[in-house]
């Protein structure tokens, strides 16, 4: 419960905890959110690492001199394809195993079921759509894997939607967000982030709810 309270904490007062970060590290706050967002989207077991509001804050605090735009831009960019790299050849080699296993202790299987079920509605443009949707962004690459999805395809989407997902975030927290209101209310900007990235997965959840629930009715009708 404690763990819960303080991912809730840093998810809550990035700028806080990001101004920690800098303080104490230094330049090797580059290296640091690197691989947090290597993790986030390379690693299964790690979809609870802040994505979008934290490429929001890190562009805030570009603005203000403590980064380089263009050279972080860079990093999270090639952090966020090699992420996805490593997640799909995950999914490619070892995914079959774990998919069809019934339990499976490092991976949550409703998740994963979630993000199979988005993918075949999708298709190949799920790599770039599940950028801006917290978990499935996890998991998307891994299933991708899983499907032998066609590497120099999943390539091309991959590295689309990093660029697409890195700049929107990263750009829009250093052009907005050290305008006097969102500083203001930098908490409130970073809870709407979140409810706007994980809207579209509840859309998604609830409309294939009340599909299964139409289609039950309807065969029972019959």
Do not use: C
Request: net charge positive.
């Amino acid at each position: 419960m404690d763990y819960l309270k303080w991912l809730w904490d840093v998810a809550l007062h990035l700028d806080k905890h990001l101004s920690f970060i800098i303080d104490l590290y230094g330049n090797w706050a580059y290296v640091i959110f690197f691989m947090i967002i290597f993790m986030e989207t390379g690693l299964v077991v790690a979809p609870f690492l802040p994505g979008d509001s934290l490429l929001f804050t890190i562009g805030a605090f570009s603005a203000l001199g403590h980064f380089n735009i263009y050279l972080m831009a860079a990093l999270l960019i090639i952090a966020a394809v090699v992420g996805d790299f490593v997640n799909y050849w995950i999914g490619y080699y070892v995914g079959p195993k774990v998919f069809y296993k019934e339990n499976s202790w490092f991976i949550d299987k409703k998740n994963l079921a979630k993000t199979h079920d988005f993918y075949e509605r999708h298709g190949g443009k799920t790599v770039i759509i599940a950028r801006f949707m917290p978990i499935i962004r996890t998991f998307a690459p891994f299933v991708a894997g899983v499907g032998k999805m066609s590497y120099p395809r999943f390539f091309m989407f991959n590295v689309t939607g990093a660029v697409a997902w890195v700049a929107l975030f990263l750009f829009g927290g250093y052009f907005f967000g050290n305008i006097p209101m969102v500083k203001r209310n930098f908490t409130l900007v970073i809870i709407g982030i979140i409810v706007v990235s994980i809207t579209p997965g509840i859309y998604h959840f609830i409309k294939s709810k009340m599909d299964a629930r139409a289609a039950g009715q309807a065969k029972s009708a019959e």
